[in-house]
């Protein structure tokens, strides 16, 4: 365990060298990916999104691409594409940009739903079938997607399906004051070029076996299906937590307790990620996202925590 929790803190310490005052957010990245889960980061345009997937990247020296969605894309172009092959008589499979270790999916609500759904799979069972084929994807395998909530002209906005797929949704927001002066003083943050490896990709994946392993007691248990039956019986909401939300819920806090050092998870590991892990899975009856936010709170609040 003690091993386990300094690959963490360098990881930590990496990332949060371009990522000025925002360790909570640099710890849900990694939360997310010990969980083996993918983060939808919801935010304004500079505020950090696109440096947070390559320096996660970067920090495990795994392979990175970035995909620009646009309302033109096809699945072919996150896919790949088999091509023929005159010599041979045959059809060969060419990879497209979704076969890398970590995929910043950029501006996702700006495709089709059609282009959007390609990603189902993936993300779900971290394979790719095409042409009666399956393609196992890299392991470690995450996508950090973004969208900006606060322009909606031209863009689809992700249904339900998709948004259960991710694990944690995540807001960066802007840096506080004197963090904000660093930067622009140029003393703050270090540039993403410059960041070396401090874990392996099978470190990354011991770590996440770690992660697997972390014991769930049964009042933790009771704890975490306690909170998901309100979701579904609350007057605030048309639309409660599935059993897939419940099980993410789960392995983030699992995550979250091998990051805290731990090898148990107790309640407040459930507490502190009912928002980021659930928020994106209901549907409030009136009002928003921020409503949805506002809901999670409200449930977390009045559900007794098991002493």
């Known amino acids: 365990?003690?091993?386990?929790?300094?690959?963490?803190?360098?990881?930590?310490?990496?990332?949060?060298?371009?990522?000025?005052?925002?360790?909570?957010?640099?710890?849900?990245?990694?939360?997310?990916?010990?969980?083996?889960?993918?983060?939808?980061?919801?935010?304004?345009?500079?505020?950090?999104?696109?440096?947070?997937?390559?320096?996660?990247?970067?920090?495990?020296?795994?392979?990175?691409?970035?995909?620009?969605?646009?309302?033109?894309?096809?699945?072919?172009?996150?896919?790949?594409?088999?091509?023929?092959?005159?010599?041979?008589?045959?059809?060969?499979?060419?990879?497209?940009?979704?076969?890398?270790?970590?995929?910043?999916?950029d501006e996702i609500n700006r495709t089709t739903p059609k282009t959007q759904s390609s990603l189902l799979e993936a993300m779900n069972e971290a394979q790719v079938s095409l042409d009666h084929s399956t393609y196992p994807l890299p392991r470690p395998f995450m996508v950090l997607a973004t969208q900006n909530p606060f322009e909606y002209e031209g863009t689809h906005a992700l249904p339900e399906s998709q948004l259960d797929r991710f694990l944690l949704r995540v807001r960066i927001g802007y840096p506080a004051a004197e963090d904000e002066r660093r930067i622009l003083r140029g003393t703050g943050a270090a540039a993403v070029d410059a960041l070396e490896p401090v874990l392996s990709a099978g470190a990354v994946l011991a770590l996440q076996d770690a992660a697997d392993a972390v014991r769930a007691d049964d009042l933790v248990l009771d704890y975490l299906l306690a909170?998901?039956?309100?979701?579904?019986?609350?007057?605030?909401?048309?639309?409660?937590?599935?059993?897939r939300g419940a099980l993410a819920l789960l392995r983030a806090a699992r995550a979250r307790a091998l990051v805290d050092g731990r090898d148990y998870v107790v309640p407040d590991d459930l507490k502190a990620l009912a928002l980021p892990a659930l928020a994106h899975r209901i549907l409030p009856r009136a009002g928003g996202e921020r409503g949805a936010d506002d809901a999670v709170r409200a449930l977390v609040d009045t559900v007794p925590v098991p002493r």
């Open 227 to 243: 909170v998901v039956a309100a979701t579904r019986t609350s007057p605030l909401l048309r639309l409660g937590v599935s059993p």
């Open 1 to 105: 365990m003690t091993r386990s929790l300094d690959e963490v803190r360098r990881l930590e310490a990496n990332v949060g060298r371009v990522l000025v005052g925002k360790p909570e957010v640099v710890r849900l990245a990694v939360v997310g990916l010990l969980a083996r889960g993918h983060l939808l980061i919801e935010d304004v345009p500079g505020v950090g999104k696109t440096t947070l997937a390559a320096a996660l990247a970067r920090s495990i020296g795994a392979g990175f691409q970035r995909i620009q969605f646009t309302s033109d894309m096809l699945p072919s172009d996150i896919l790949g594409v088999s091509v023929y092959q005159p010599a041979s008589g045959e059809f060969v499979f060419r990879p497209g940009p979704l076969f890398t270790n970590i995929v910043l999916a």
